[in-house]
């Protein structure tokens, strides 16, 4: 017979197993997220007009076809939350890299736009399994008693896979010239299926029961389900959806606006590029900023400034020092954005149904992403001008600030039985 004194005993030391062994997970999430971000993310707009060239495609064409694998990934992010909830990461996010690996294969042997659609629908199912989302309830999942663990664990792996871009568009570059651009996704596939092996073998830390943590309020019972018509949860994932979509349309649109504003393409690239850097350089103090503010405050001074450096963006043209200041500010502020979309449902519910719950936060922000470059260009046609519809974005990303606020429980804590 178990007393008290042993489960507390249990607890404490798988806890501690838990912890011993996220040393590993959050290092093969670094390689792994970095790989996949780079290899089935950001190297189609690089190589998009070479195959345009070669195949006599339109860019419209290609690059709706990485839309639709965006979509694809934000409707199946449920139903992997939901298994990781239940089963952990190992399986599906080593599902996932054989998809990708096979997708970016498909990609390399298109000959037509179906095939080439096709492949991309393949690949947004392994985005679902692959990208932030499944990492992150990872590590929710394994360090759900340890809230310092867990942000540092996200803070690591969201630094790393920020220099995605970095690291794989000159990367995509460079295997074009030699390889042209099937040649290259073949490479792309051989490093994603790397991460296949480094997921199977590297994710095996024991999973923890899905009765680990426990929410005292509304979700605290044993045989808790999750209410999608719940108002609060349906405000968080309409504010953060909307925010996202504003986040996103800045970055895509930024260099038509600074175009549009007298400066070269060269410029406003190298703009843009500072955002990259203030992005990935945000992440870092977040955990700071998570241990001296509410989540309601956070959530709102970072919208905040992203939506005073999208106005700021939108109004000054000169000098070129202001405005790469601006970028650099705003690119902090999303970057500190991506952990505050990783810890909202934490923040309100706990890690019970954490992955099934943030399948849809990301489902959905996910899908606001895939439509804001063709919808902010649109919107900036209709309104005459990218500098109006800067004001737009600003306007949505605090808009989306309110809503996510409103979401917040009130007079609610979130424990966990790891944690006592």
């Not at 934000?74 to 997708?103: E, K, N, Y």
């Not at 664990?153 to 630094?159: I, P, R, S």
């Not at 309100?348 to 489902?363: F, K």
């Amino acid at each position: 017979m178990t007393t008290d004194s042993d489960s507390s005993t249990i607890g404490r030391e798988a806890a501690t197993s838990r912890g011993g062994g996220l040393r590993r997970e959050v290092a093969v999430l670094c390689a792994t997220e970095i790989t996949t971000w780079g290899a089935l993310f950001y190297a189609l707009p690089v190589a998009a007009s070479t195959i345009a060239d070669d195949q006599g495609w339109t860019l419209p064409q290609i690059l709706g076809a990485f839309t639709v694998a965006q979509l694809v990934a934000g409707a199946l992010g449920f139903w992997v939350g939901r298994h990781i909830d239940r089963a952990g990461p190992r399986r599906i996010m080593t599902l996932g890299s054989v998809l990708g690996a096979g997708a970016l294969v498909a990609v390399a042997m298109s000959g037509s736009l179906v095939t080439l659609y096709a492949a991309w629908i393949v690949g947004g199912a392994a985005m679902s399994a692959t990208l932030y989302a499944p990492a992150f309830a990872a590590i929710t999942g394994w360090a759900a008693g340890d809230e310092h663990r867990r942000l540092r664990a996200l803070t690591a792996v969201t630094l790393v896979a920020g220099l995605a871009s970095t690291a794989f568009a000159p990367l995509t570059a460079w295997l074009l010239g030699p390889l042209g651009w099937r040649g290259t996704y073949l490479v792309l596939a051989g490093f994603v299926a790397a991460t296949a092996v480094a997921h199977w073998l590297g994710l095996r830390a024991a999973w923890p029961d899905r009765d680990h943590d426990e929410v005292v309020g509304q979700d605290s019972g044993p045989d808790a389900t999750i209410d999608f018509a719940r108002a609060d949860f349906r405000l968080l994932v309409a504010g953060m959806t909307l925010a996202g979509f504003a986040v996103s349309a800045v970055v895509v649109n930024l260099v038509p606006l600074l175009t549009e504003h007298g400066l070269s393409v060269r410029m406003a690239a190298v703009v843009l590029g500072v955002g990259g850097v203030g992005q990935v350089t945000g992440r870092v103090f977040y955990a700071l900023l998570s241990a001296v503010t509410s989540p309601a405050t956070r959530t709102w001074s970072v919208l905040a400034v992203v939506a005073l450096s999208t106005v700021g963006l939108a109004e000054i043209h000169d000098p070129v020092v202001i405005i790469v200041v601006l970028s650099f500010v705003g690119g902090m502020a999303r970057g500190l954005f991506t952990l505050i979309q990783a810890t909202a449902v934490v923040d309100r519910w706990g890690t019970r149904h954490y992955g099934s719950r943030s399948g849809i936060l990301s489902g959905a922000t996910m899908a606001a992403a895939a439509i804001a470059p063709w919808a902010g260009a649109s919107i900036a046609v209709a309104l005459d001008g990218y500098s109006t519809a800067f004001w737009l974005f600003a306007a949505g990303a605090m808009l989306g600030a309110a809503l996510a606020t409103a979401s917040q429980p009130s007079g609610r804590r979130v424990r966990s039985t790891a944690a006592r």
